[in-house]
């Protein structure tokens, strides 16, 4: 895919769902910590609570949450562009904008992630994903959406064609066992005149694998990276490709 000199992707995303079944608590996912803290300093716990209600004839009802205790932890650089996620059920990376290129995020996705293996063995690994988070920055306020994107959601035949507000969400099975979540959307202006557009492009396969098969996670995540890109490429027109360069 052609690198654009103004790429919209606001997030990118690299995600390993693994066998829950990891003879660890919660808490001792904080030992990753140490591993990491040089290029990622800032540590934030992600705690869950289980709400409790109680309802009586006659009653109001009543209810009381339950802290169930620490379920990962959030490790952000200095600048709070990267962040590694780590869980009971897996590992997270994600690059925010402005985004590099796979050729450098990828990698270090891969760093993070053999420094979680390594502290914790998972045995499987059940689901991998990207996600590339792109917002669209149109400079005019009155438009037709077909000038930007492919097949995008229009009123039907008959109907006023002035579109407000928009959410379309597709999932489409790309090939055997990989699966795509498309999401285009107009978002909240932030900027006068300018309209943003929300494509979110989320491509995951679920084929369960030795987590110590770093190939075949590398291929995996490679024919990811592939089909995001095609459906990047597909979704918007030769206008919107030369307003991102």
């Not at 030992?31 to 803290?37: A, D, E, I």
């Not at 869980?87 to 690059?95: A, E, I, N, P, Y």
């Not at 099975?173 to 202006?189: R, S």
Request: with cysteine.
């Amino acid at each position: 895919m052609k690198k654009y000199s103004k790429a919209p992707i606001e997030e990118a995303v690299f995600d390993i769902r693994i066998d829950p079944a990891l003879a660890m608590e919660g808490k001792e996912l904080e030992s990753l910590y140490t591993k990491v803290s040089d290029f990622y300093p800032i540590k934030e716990a992600q705690k869950t609570f289980e709400l409790i209600g109680e309802i009586k004839e006659g009653e109001l009802a009543k209810s009381q949450a339950k802290d169930i205790g620490v379920i990962g932890f959030r490790f952000w650089d200095a600048d709070r562009k990267q962040v590694c996620r780590i869980g009971l059920d897996g590992f997270g990376f994600s690059r925010l904008k402005p985004y590099s290129d796979w050729e450098i995020c990828f990698p270090e996705a891969m760093r993070l992630w053999n420094i979680y293996k390594k502290e914790f063995n998972p045995r499987f690994i059940k689901r991998v994903a990207v996600r590339f988070i792109n917002i669209i920055n149109i400079p005019e306020v009155r438009f037709e959406l077909e000038d930007y994107f492919n097949n995008p959601p229009q009123p039907p035949s008959g109907l006023p064609q002035n579109v407000a507000e928009f959410l379309s969400r597709l999932k489409v099975k790309y090939e055997e066992n990989f699966f795509a979540i498309v999401t285009l959307a107009l978002q909240m202006p932030t900027v006068p005149n300018v309209a943003s557009i929300l494509l979110d492009i989320d491509v995951f396969t679920e084929i369960p694998f030795n987590a110590d098969d770093e190939d075949q996670l590398k291929n995996v995540f490679e024919r990811l990276h592939y089909i995001k890109n095609d459906i990047f490429e597909k979704s918007i027109t030769s206008k919107t490709k030369e307003l991102i360069g």
